[in-house]
């Protein structure tokens, strides 16, 4: 599913594949064991094996590189964290918002910010929000 410019047009993760995307932009390029090790600790019932296969799956979806010149393998996000959330919020907002940045923001205003992060966003806003 190549696009006229040849590049394949990135696919959303699931749940899963976010949290061990999470892990691998936390570690950097890591082997399948140091994925497991890391992820332990908020999924503790996640094998190795379990681990192992999802990558293979995300590496088969060009979610991830893989260097094969290593022992054992090495995966690598394909996308950059910033630039892989921003496409999911912007799919999101068309989706759950019909479009508009503004009713996501006062959605979240209204029940996921704390005064502290409010005061924050409210410089940001006020030095014209660049350091976003």
Request: glycine share 6%; proline share 7%; net charge positive.
């Amino acid at each position: 599913m190549p696009s006229a410019t040849g590049a394949t047009p990135p696919l959303k993760p699931t749940a899963a594949e976010l949290d061990l995307l999470q892990v691998l932009w936390r570690l950097g390029p890591a082997d399948a064991k140091a994925v497991h090790e890391a992820l332990l600790p908020d999924r503790p019932e996640a094998t190795y094996a379990t681990v192992l296969r999802q990558l293979q799956v995300m590496h088969g979806k060009g979610l991830l590189t893989r260097d094969e010149d290593q022992r054992p393998h090495l995966y690598a996000p394909v996308q950059a964290q910033d630039k892989l959330q921003q496409s999911l919020v912007k799919d999101f907002i068309a989706k759950a918002f019909a479009g508009s940045g503004k009713a996501l923001v006062l959605a979240a205003l209204k029940s996921h910010v704390s005064a502290k992060e409010r005061a924050e966003i409210r410089q940001l806003l006020a030095k014209g929000g660049d350091d976003a």
